[in-house]
């Protein structure tokens, strides 16, 4: 295979072929195996690089990514199959904030079949990828799960939308929301004030932990386009916002503060808080650097390949998280909200509770 690949070396004088030696094979998901090589002298992971789709074919895999490993020696990602070629059509939306939990969030699904959940209360989630890639759909998600309980005045949602589009079908249901650059500071600092006056009701009521309840609700932020509210926005914005932004991911979370946001270059001026974000999802990326950017040391080469997912629509939603326990990339796809479920999550969400009262009293 390495023969038809041109990654032989054949000796000048003896007419030997060298073959590169597979020192170990690992597997850690079911679609991908990482396959350590070391180089053979006189050659370069550039050319390993470069040989990519020719060993694709070759090992009858989707793709091959190739990482660097230590001087001589590369790992070679194959990804065996691809697990979604359908779009997930999200679940109903419950009618009763009885039957939502944010401790267990569904977002989609996950290669291994199941479905792919995530707590939400308490926890922070940072959703990277490239133009097009379908982050919004986790935000989507997230607040499909709330939409009852933003009726019921249970969840407020802060919205910071710099683009004025995407999320602007949420004005109407929060709490707050902003898409100016004065507005967007005010917001952020607003969401910030309203976790600290929540630390002084949670001493007053003598309690150390945040309990879901209309005294006090989760305050959800959700920011879109994050790099341009933290990092290469005008001054006056960056400035306002990093002034609070780490203070609200260090400590919102035993407050009842949770934070989503959306990325698209994970660079580290951009976000430099990663670790406070509890689930972070790397969806396409434009570069190979940034799966690890996102995801953490390590994660690309076993197996976490966002940069090879083709940038196509049939691949939106499709991305990559980490298992915490074993600290292995699963490859996850959200299902996709479209206008007509963004709308009836806006509709449930909107429904004044005081009608649902007194329809439920008449
Ligand atoms: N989960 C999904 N499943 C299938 N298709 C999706 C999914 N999410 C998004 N899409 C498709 O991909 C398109 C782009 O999605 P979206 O606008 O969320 O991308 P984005 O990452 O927010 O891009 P940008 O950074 O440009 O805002 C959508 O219009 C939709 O057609
Ligand atoms: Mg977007």
Not at 232 to 251: E, F, H, N, W
Not at 267 to 286: E, G, M, N
Request: charged share 25%.
């Amino acid at each position: 295979m390495t023969e038809a690949c041109n990654l032989v070396t054949v000796h000048r004088k003896t007419g030997v072929i060298n073959v590169p030696r597979i020192i170990r094979v690992r597997s850690h998901s079911p679609s991908t195996e990482t396959v350590y090589v070391r180089l053979l002298l006189g050659q370069t992971p550039k050319q390993w690089e470069e040989a990519a789709d020719a060993l694709a074919v070759a090992l009858k895999a989707e793709r091959v990514g190739v990482e660097r490993v230590r001087p001589q020696v590369i790992a070679l990602i194959v990804q065996r199959s691809e697990p979604f070629t359908q779009v997930i059509i999200p679940p109903d939306i419950p009618a009763d904030a009885d039957a939502v939990s944010l401790r267990q969030v569904y977002l989609g699904e996950t290669e291994h079949g199941t479905d792919w959940y995530a707590p939400l209360i308490g926890q922070h989630w940072l959703v990277a990828g490239a133009t097009g890639s379908g982050k919004n759909s986790v935000t989507w998600m997230a607040l499909r799960a709330c939409a009852p309980l933003i009726r019921d005045g249970l969840v407020r949602v802060h919205v910071v939308n710099p683009k004025g589009t995407e999320l602007n079908a949420l004005r109407p249901v929060s709490y707050r929301y902003a898409e100016t650059d004065g507005d967007i500071v005010e917001v952020i600092q607003g969401f910030w004030a309203t976790m600290q006056d929540r630390k002084k009701v949670l001493a007053e009521q003598g309690r150390r932990t945040f309990e879901l309840s209309r005294e006090t609700p989760l305050d959800l932020l959700v920011v879109d386009e994050l790099g341009a509210v933290t990092g290469y926005g005008d001054r006056s914005l960056t400035k306002g916002v990093q002034a609070v932004l780490p203070l609200i991911l260090s400590q919102a979370r035993a407050l009842g503060g949770s934070v989503i946001g959306a990325l698209q270059e994970p660079t580290k001026d951009v976000i430099p808080q990663r670790d406070l974000f509890s689930l972070r999802v790397c969806l396409r990326a434009t570069s190979a650097g940034h799966v690890d950017m996102v995801l953490g040391e390590d994660m690309r080469r076993r197996g976490a390949l966002a940069d090879e997912i083709p940038n196509v629509a049939e691949s939106a939603g499709i991305g990559f998280v980490v298992k915490q326990r074993s600290r292995t990339p699963m490859r996850v796809r959200a299902a996709y909200c479209d206008d007509s479920d963004i709308r009836e999550l806006v509709r449930v969400a909107g429904w004044p509770h005081t009608e649902l009262t007194t329809t439920a009293a008449g």
